[in-house]
């Protein structure tokens, strides 16, 4: 399915997830134009975000900096096996797992992106919406198993077949792995 994803917006998708994953901010620029939107969908009340954001800096800001100050040990996948692309947008299903920096827990969750991307210039993504489905919390004695698990999963890009057959058996996590089918 990859190879039938523009290369372009490939690279624009991986820098963004490096950016945001290994707390990155400069990497941003790569990602979005300087007025790109950011939109938020939220389905879970177990995250918060505003629901637009305008400008890179405020979207760095928030899908980078703030978000790093929350959390660590951030992994996001995209499904390559559930992505579509024109030469304009790129949709795609994603995956996260990531512990809470205070407490420990650990939180995974499922949803999509959806890309637009500027031709006429230099390709950046000029407005992403991020809709979550749903996040599940998991207590801290979990983690070590969830993210050496997610540091095993080829990244950025995994097929969601590899993600359920090799997710831990843990109860929290049913729906999770429902949802990625």
């Known amino acids: 399915m990859l190879n039938a994803l523009n290369c372009g917006h490939l690279t624009i998708v991986e820098n963004y997830i490096r950016a945001k994953d290994k707390n990155e901010p400069a990497l941003m620029s790569t990602a979005f ?62 995956m996260v797992c990531m512990t809470e920096r205070k407490s420990g827990g650990v939180r995974m969750g499922t949803g999509n992106y959806r890309w637009t991307f500027d031709r006429e210039t230099d390709s950046r993504a000029v407005k992403l919406v991020i809709t979550i489905e749903q996040i599940a919390m998991l207590p801290s004695d979990v983690s070590e198993e969830i993210v050496n698990w997610a540091q095993g999963l080829p990244h950025p890009w995994c097929y969601s077949d590899t993600i359920r057959q090799t997710m831990p058996d843990i109860e929290q996590l049913s729906a999770l792995r429902r949802s990625i089918a």
């Open 33 to 94: 134009a300087e007025d790109a939107t950011l939109e938020m969908i939220l389905k879970t009340e177990n995250m918060s975000f505003p629901a637009i954001t305008d400008g890179l800096d405020a979207i760095t800001d928030i899908l980078v900096r703030h978000f790093n100050d929350a959390y660590e040990n951030v992994h996001t996948f995209c499904l390559a096996d559930k992505s579509d692309s024109t030469e304009s947008e790129l949709s795609c299903k994603w």
